[in-house]
Nanobody
């Protein structure tokens, strides 16, 4: 299972760091990613990291502002979000796949496990 945390309310221009911790299963050898869903919109890709943390990919809307990384034990994934904008407001979900030594993937269909989501609200 995946547990996302770190969301909250922040002013535009501020920063937040999201965390995704795995339990019951190790994701250290699998690609992981972050997606988000704003009210009334579909789920969209945000960022993804390969199984070893060496490759990353980002949505155009967040590139240069967000950074995805893996913890030392590789079983935790972080999303550092800087220069936040009101349009970043959404529920953020972490996801993991089950293809060994894989990633990064930018499509939600490529992920097999999902966390419960954490709310990020950016005020103007």
């Amino acid at each position: 299972q995946l547990q996302a945390s770190g969301g909250g309310l922040v002013q535009a221009g501020g920063s937040l760091r999201l965390s995704c911790a795995a339990s019951g299963r190790t994701f250290g050898s699998y690609g992981m990613g972050w997606f988000r869903q704003a009210p009334g919109k579909g789920r969209e890709f945000v960022a993804a990291v390969s199984w070893n943390g060496r490759s990353t990919t980002y949505a155009d809307s967040v590139r240069g502002r967000f950074t995805i990384s893996r913890g030392n034990a590789k079983n935790t994934v972080y999303l550092q979000m800087n220069s936040l904008k009101p349009e970043d407001t959404a529920v953020y979900y972490c996801a993991g796949n089950r293809r060994l030594y894989s990633g990064p993937y930018d499509r939600d269909t490529q992920y097999d496990y999902w966390g419960q989501g954490t709310q990020v609200t950016v005020s103007s």
